[in-house]
């Protein structure tokens, strides 16, 4: 058995069974809705109320849908039926996001119209036309745009709620070592081999003459905005933005905060629909568009732009990285000296060139998560294969790169500090990975606890035909 099984003890539920599929829509307070489809009238039958909030047969439908195609995206096998797992999805969905209103925690709830309208039009794009996609869930436009809005403000209620629970729960050494002592040997998993590498970094130097070229050509495009053309047809054609330029520049509804400072402040300080001056950040140049704010969850458009080189330039810096590759050699202590006088990388000039696994960091906004050791999936592809013909100890040939951080083209060259072989877990080897799980067992059980609580204090309502389904939890009440 593998070790990410071996927190699913009893009843506990993991954080993606509960908020990996869709909300259901919130209707009224009468017991059918009726709709129409084909000039027929269908009822909608009510089959479970939670709270103050409704869960329909048409939920659960489209809900079973979702069930079986994550099912068969992931490979994913289940002796219960999809259906009762919609069922039951549904139900803690909707117990999470009524808790999370009587908590008040809807006033964090950002602006939810640009991401309607924008699902809205992705399925008028997949179906042909809005009146095909009225048919398609026999009601009219602005009911779909209703359910959906509900739709998506249970899953963010869901999951703030979800947070609050969990995020509060936190791990000890003696909790982590007690945890690894209840797991059996044999069903330890084998830990991939992993890779510890430090790094040192180059880029041409940004000249007056590149940003000039860069600040002319923004210039250029917003005068064409202000004329009338689309900053996000701009944005397709020019931007440099990797993540955001296929959609047109778009980012967002998103928090602020996880912008760089230069961009949010441009923002705060724009109406929608209008358009910035040119905005200089780490990343490069920006011009920004403005489509909504409300508190923290801004949603804008950019057009990104970064200097370019020439092979002068490049061929400099690789120059140099080649030189301090062969005068260092094998040795751990000159590679360490250089670091800091020749790296441009701001997150590991300061730390011999260690890289850190960074990404999950991020995402979770905690830095505690980052790792200097990369199992080989978690590598880079554009480090791995010059890592993956070193021994310890040895210095690569330069290699360009992309900074993962700024999309930005970078020069560098890179040292195999030491692999370490697969092997089965251990406290002392890999007391991260398994902190992590004695943490997510930790907040499961919590979790647990609080749903049974909050379950016999909740008015809960099922209809007498879906009581005979085989809940995990005990949702019929007397």
Not at 97 to 112: F, P
Not at 425 to 437: G, K, N, P, V
Request: hydrophobic share 40%.
């Amino acid at each position: 058995m593998r070790i990410a099984t071996l927190i699913r003890t009893g009843a506990t539920l993991c954080a993606t069974s509960l908020l990996g599929l869709s909300a259901s829509a919130q209707t009224s307070d009468s017991t059918v809705r009726t709709t129409i489809t084909d000039d027929h009238y269908v009822a909608d039958e009510v089959t479970a109320i939670v709270g103050s909030s409704q869960i329909l047969m048409s939920d659960i439908d489209r809900t079973t849908e979702e069930v079986l195609h994550q099912r068969q995206q992931y490979g994913q096998l289940s002796n219960r039926p999809a259906r009762e797992e919609a069922f039951e999805t549904l139900l803690l969905q909707k117990l999470l996001a009524e808790q999370a209103r009587a908590d008040s925690l809807d006033k964090d709830l950002g602006s939810l119209d640009d991401q309607v309208e924008q699902q809205i039009q992705q399925m008028v794009d997949e179906v042909g036309s809005v009146k095909a996609l009225e048919k398609k869930f026999g009601k009219e436009i602005f009911s779909i745009k209703d359910d959906l809005k509900h739709q998506a403000e249970d899953m963010q209620l869901a999951s703030l709620m979800q947070s609050k629970v969990m995020d509060k729960i936190s791990v000890t050494y003696p909790e982590v070592a007690e945890f690894f002592s209840t797991l059996p040997l044999d069903s330890l998993e084998m830990v991939p081999a992993q890779y510890t590498y430090a790094q040192i970094v180059r880029f041409p130097p940004e000249t007056e003459e590149r940003k000039f070229e860069v600040r002319q050509r923004l210039l250029e495009f917003r005068e064409r905005i202000l004329k009338g053309e689309s900053l996000g047809a701009l944005a397709r054609l020019y931007s440099m933005d990797p993540g955001t330029s296929r959609n047109g520049g778009e980012w967002g509804p998103g928090d602020i905060n996880q912008l760089v400072y230069p961009v949010a402040e441009a923002l705060e300080s724009l109406q929608p629909g209008k358009v910035s001056e040119i905005v200089e950040s780490e990343y490069g140049y920006h011009l920004v568009e403005l489509i909504s704010m409300k508190g923290n969850m801004v949603h804008f458009r950019q057009i990104l732009l970064k200097p370019q080189f020439t092979v002068e330039e490049t061929e400099k810096e690789i120059h140099l990285l080649d030189s301090l590759a062969k005068a260092i050699g094998t040795d751990k202590e000159a590679f360490e000296k250089a670091v800091p006088l020749y790296s441009m990388d701001k997150e590991t000039n300061q730390n011999g060139g260690i890289v850190f696994d960074l990404q999950r960091a991020k995402q979770e906004f905690d830095a505690k998560k980052a790792s200097p050791r990369f199992m080989l999936d978690n590598l880079n592809p554009q480090d791995y294969i010059p890592l993956s013909q070193l021994k310890e100890g040895e210095v690569s040939a330069p290699y360009e790169a992309i900074d993962l951080s700024t999309g930005s083209t970078v020069y560098k060259i890179v040292r195999l500090n030491r692999i370490i072989p697969s092997h089965r877990a251990s406290l002392t080897e890999d007391y991260e990975i398994i902190a992590e799980f004695a943490l997510q067992n930790k907040q499961n059980i919590a979790l647990e606890k609080w749903l049974v609580e909050t379950i016999k204090k909740m008015y809960i309502w099922v209809a007498p035909e879906y009581r005979n389904i085989k809940f995990e939890h005990n949702w019929l009440k007397e």
